[in-house]
């Protein structure tokens, strides 16, 4: 069965600083590898999306890798700001499914101005 | 297509009573998900479809609940005889294809 952890639960950094957030899962036979951003009592936005055959994905200053021989992903924030406050999950999808999304609980972050 | 919508934002409704939600989707997406989420939890699948087609359930889908998705556009969730565990975020979700999911902002749902 696919699980997925993310540790640290929560994390608390000045502005201004570059930070790793950590994603593992159990098995790594997965078809690709998504990272959402949810702000408090609010739906989800899809920050990153990589497919099993990428190693990374870049989207301004998110950065995301994946290892899936160690299962393993992990979300860099170049110069956090204030503004990037909320919880982050990751979210893998098996090949032979019906293609859902299995969570890990994410990782509140809290960047202080 | 300003993306993912879901009707009501918020619901409150007493144990027993019956509740229904809506998801209109991305006008061109086939998939459509419904997910549930927890306070400090991340997502937990409930059920999918492909078109008008309901492809899969979870287990976490009891008997009380039931979703439907007429002519492959909207897609309603309906809860009967509510119980306080139903309490939580219902999460709807499309896709093209495998392509990523877009979520609509969730409809919270409070049992007293």
């Known amino acids: 069965k696919q699980e997925v952890t993310q540790i640290p639960a929560a994390l608390s950094v000045p502005e201004g600083e570059n930070l790793v957030l950590n994603c593992s899962f159990t098995?790594?036979?997965?078809?690709?590898l998504q990272w959402f951003r949810q702000d408090p009592g609010k739906g989800l936005t899809s920050l990153l999306l990589i497919q099993s055959s990428q190693r990374e994905q870049t989207s301004g200053r998110l950065n995301a890798s994946l290892d899936k021989s160690s299962g393993r992903s992990t979300l860099y924030i170049a110069a956090s700001q204030p503004g990037d406050s909320a919880t982050y999950l990751c979210a893998v999808i098996k090949p032979i499914s019906n293609y859902q999304l299995i969570w890990g609980a994410g990782t509140k972050l809290i960047i202080k101005p | 297509d300003t993306g993912v919508s879901q009707d009501p934002r918020h619901k409150i409704t007493k144990r027993g009573q019956n509740v229904t939600f809506r998801c209109d989707p991305i006008s061109e997406h086939n998939r459509l998900y419904w997910y549930r989420q927890t306070l400090g939890q991340g997502p937990e699948f409930l059920t999918y479809f492909q078109n008008e087609a309901q492809l899969e359930k979870s287990r976490l889908l009891s008997d009380r609940f039931s979703a439907e998705r007429p002519k492959g556009s909207f897609s309603t969730l309906e809860i009967q005889r509510t119980e306080q565990g139903d309490s939580a975020m219902y999460l709807c979700a499309s896709s093209s294809g495998l392509d990523t999911q877009y979520f609509g902002p969730g409809t919270r749902l409070t049992v007293l």
């Open positions: 098995d790594s036979a997965i078809y690709n």
